[in-house]
T-cell receptor, first 116, second 114 residues
Framework: AQSVTQPDIHITVSEGASLELRCNYS??????LFWYVQSPGQGLQLLLK??????LVQGIKGFEAEFKRSQSSFNLRKPSVHWSDAAEYFC??????????????FGSGTRLSIRP | SQTIHQWPATLVQPVGSPLSLECTVE??????LYWYRQAAGRGLQLLFY??????ISSEVPQNLSASRPQDRQFILSSKKLLLSDSGFYLC?????????????FGSGTQLSVL
């Protein structure tokens, strides 16, 4: 069965420091991968997505993610975090269930705290 | 433009009482619809998805059920709530033109079962 693992439940980094959030997936075919962010009191927002092509994907808010098939990973990175990046981050994998529909499986999330 | 409405925003229910959460989508037709539950420390768990009227797929065995009586209406129900049903419930939709379109989420319902 398809699954997504985010091994880090909670990460704290200093403002201005670099960030990497880990995501590993289990899926037999070529995966379609997403990163979502959920800020306190707000809904879920799509940061970036990978379907095919260039394995380094650029997203909004200065985030990027790199797809590594050999490691079954899709880690999220940001070179310099801002206090406003404090939020919960979810990795997700898309599983087509028919030609016009798919289901999306999320990881358990990583809560990011920013140290002033 | 497309919008998704989910209500109520918060709900407090006693154990054993019934549940009905409603979600409607506007501005699109034949969307894929989803119910997720976000429990503390467990991330977003897919409960049900629907690719059309009356077509419901359940992802996990549980005390809940879902129905899609109309194209853009998705209802989450329970006959008797359990304490473990507490959590934050999110409805979402995606388009059918591209099966890998992103999800659009509703604002969620915080359910507390006491």
């Amino acid at each position: 069965a398809q699954s997504v693992t985010q091994p880090d439940i909670h990460i704290t980094v200093s403002e201005g420091a670099s960030l990497e959030l880990r995501c590993n997936y289990s899926y037999g075919a070529t995966p379609y991968l997403f990163w979502y962010v959920q800020s306190p009191g707000q809904g879920l927002q799509l940061l970036l997505k990978y379907f095919s092509g260039d394995t380094l994907v650029q997203g909004i808010k200065g985030f990027e993610a790199e797809f590594k098939r050999s490691q079954s990973s899709f880690n999220l990175r940001k070179p310099s975090v801002h206090w406003s990046d404090a939020a919960e981050y979810f990795c997700a994998v898309v599983t087509p269930v028919r030609s016009s529909a798919s289901k999306i499986i999320f990881g358990s999330g990583t809560r990011l705290s920013i140290r002033p | 433009s497309q919008t998704i409405h989910q209500w109520p925003a918060t709900l407090v229910q006693p154990v054993g009482s019934p549940l009905s959460l409603e979600c409607t989508v506007e501005g699109t037709s034949n969307p894929n619809l989803y119910w997720y539950r976000q429990a503390a420390g467990r991330g977003l768990q897919l409960l049900f998805y629907s690719v059309g009227i009356g077509q419901i797929s359940s992802e996990v065995p549980q005390n809940l059920s879902a129905s899609r009586p109309q194209d853009r209406q998705f209802i989450l129900s329970s006959k008797k709530l359990l304490l473990s049903d507490s959590g934050f419930y999110l409805c979402a939709w995606s388009g059918t033109g591209d099966p890998n379109e992103k999800l659009f989420f509703g604002s969620g319902t915080q359910l507390s079962v006491l």
